[in-house]
């Protein structure tokens, strides 16, 4: 199998007990019995991109709970193999969020799919990161995983949910993953969006009320124009029962990302075959086909770089966002797309090296917005995988300064939910779970690379363990006692991973 990663030193960090215990506050105030909430006021339920990306972080403070984190997710899995984008929490009063379960209703008008009859979700997915932090979870305990049997848990949920996107989601016809709504490439108010959207007719404004605004800046938020789209987009979805084939999209996209992570967590599952006894090599032909069609349907050498396909109108979407450049965690790629997306990611458009972070859409683009949700701010998520594309394909010392930048970001923003690519400036919600996770993920691998215990090759991660972080933000208060659920011992908690 390829690697994915290869072992590099890192430089010395200062002040790594105080990220660590602002970190683990932050995965702890935010844990709610079962899963983590990516913030308490915005985002008060499970989200699900959001809880694979914690899972990874939560592995570092204890592994039983992001088994757990996972599990809980693929719980409200569909029939159809669909891992709904959002599952939500009884406990929530509905007009905490919107959309919440009264619109969506999946039990019923998702009745035909396979919704589940005793949780309600919403009825469109997120990127497919979940077979990936699956098996980093594993690592970090291979006996534990083992003896509580983890992975044979949820293999299965993981191999349908692979399944159900390159099979009724295959919209194009050609290999790849489409998604039929903004929010479901995670990137949800994208410039790359907004040629697609301009077909779609907005839902009446007094229709619906914005929950979002009560909880964040409008400048930094979607328009009120693209939110009446999504909202038009889900309804028309959630009318024809959530069906996938034999009806009409006004919205497709083949989206590089999400791609290029299902081709990642292909290979995740190749090896968590493997390790459950069953034959790895249907997922390891799967990711080559995937490979194989990423490069064809969206490799634009022009553009230097991968772009959006709009499949309503057929054409390549020239709007050049970080979505473009994330296949770097590709494994294999061919030499000449490697050079050019490393030129691209460095050049005058994306700034690695100079900019703070790399911002999620083109600077010099014609809408760059450094403030406003996904049209130019830096996001953790796709930094962290940035990081791993590029120690992936050699560029360790890259991947070494964008670490760093986004260890300084993180903590001088208060874990923002995203901040300004070139100050770093909080935006959006603080204490935002994939931020405290990543940055503990981040300060785990250059702790152990700096100790020599680290071992970063293939998919796999191994660091030493050290409970310090953890101990002392419970000791000064910034974490409660009594965090620990009943089959869940104090010891269980801590920062490092097991060697």
Do not use: K
Not at 36 to 65: C, E, K, M, N
Not at 187 to 210: F, K, Q, T
Not at 287 to 301: E, G, H, M, N, Y
Not at 445 to 462: D, F, K, N, P
């Amino acid at each position: 199998m390829t690697p994915l990663l290869v072992e590099t030193p890192a430089p010395a960090a200062a002040g790594d007990l105080t990220l660590r215990r602002g970190a683990a506050r932050v995965l702890l105030t935010n844990w709610t019995g079962g899963s983590t909430v990516p913030s308490r006021g915005l985002y008060p339920h499970q989200w699900s991109w959001d809880s694979a990306f914690i899972a990874i972080g939560l592995r570092h403070l204890s592994v039983r709970r992001a088994q757990r984190e996972l599990e809980t997710l693929l719980h409200a899995q569909w029939a159809d193999g669909r891992v709904p984008h959002i599952v939500f929490n009884r406990a929530v009063p509905h007009d905490a969020y919107f959309p919440s379960p009264d619109f969506w209703r999946s039990s019923g008008a998702g009745a035909a799919a396979g919704s589940p009859a005793g949780t309600e979700t919403s009825g469109i997915v997120q990127p497919p990161v979940h077979a990936l932090a699956a098996w980093l979870v594993h690592l970090s305990d291979p006996e534990a995983s083992r003896r509580r049997g983890f992975l044979p848990r949820v293999y299965g949920r993981l191999a349908a949910w692979h399944d159900y996107l390159t099979g009724p989601r295959d919209l194009g016809g050609g290999g790849l993953a489409a998604m039929i709504h903004p929010w479901e490439p995670g990137m949800d108010n994208s410039p790359c969006w907004d040629a697609p959207l301009r077909r779609v007719e907005p839902a009446a404004a007094g229709s619906y009320r914005r929950a979002d605004l009560d909880h964040g800046q409008p400048s930094e938020r979607p328009t009120d124009l693209d939110y009446g789209r999504y909202v038009r987009l889900a309804s028309d979805y959630r009318d024809g029962g959530y069906a996938d084939r034999g009806v009409h999209h006004a919205f497709a996209v083949e989206d590089p990302c999400v791609n290029a992570l299902l081709i990642v967590s292909e290979h995740a599952l190749a090896r968590i075959a493997a390790e459950t006894g069953a034959d790895p090599a249907p997922h390891e032909e799967r990711a080559a086909r995937l490979t194989d069609a990423l490069v064809r349907r969206l490799w634009s050498p022009e553009h230097g770089m991968f772009l959006c396909r709009d499949l309503v109108g057929g054409e390549l979407i020239p709007e050049r966002s970080v979505a473009g450049l994330i296949p770097l965690i590709v494994p294999g790629l061919p030499a000449e797309i490697v050079d050019a997306l490393l030129a691209t990611a460095e050049g005058p458009s994306f700034r690695l090296g100079e900019a703070s972070m790399v911002p999620s859409y083109d600077v010099e683009g014609p809408v760059f917005d450094p403030s406003r949700y996904w049209r130019g701010p830096a996001w953790f998520n796709t930094n962290w995988l940035l990081e791993r594309g590029l120690r992936q394909y050699g560029r360790s010392a890259a991947a070494d300064l964008l670490r760093a930048a986004m260890l300084t970001a993180a903590v001088g923003s208060d874990f923002a939910e995203y901040v300004d690519p070139f100050t770093a400036q909080a935006r959006g919600t603080r204490d935002f779970g994939w931020t405290a996770a990543l940055t503990l993920d981040l300060l785990v691998a250059a702790q152990s690379e700096r100790t020599g215990q680290s071992e970063r090759a293939g998919l796999g991660e191994r660091a030493d363990e050290d409970t310090s972080a953890v101990r002392a933000a419970r000791d000064d208060g910034t974490v409660p006692d009594g965090t620990a659920g009943a089959d869940e011992r104090a010891a269980d908690i801590r920062i490092g991973v097991h060697a």
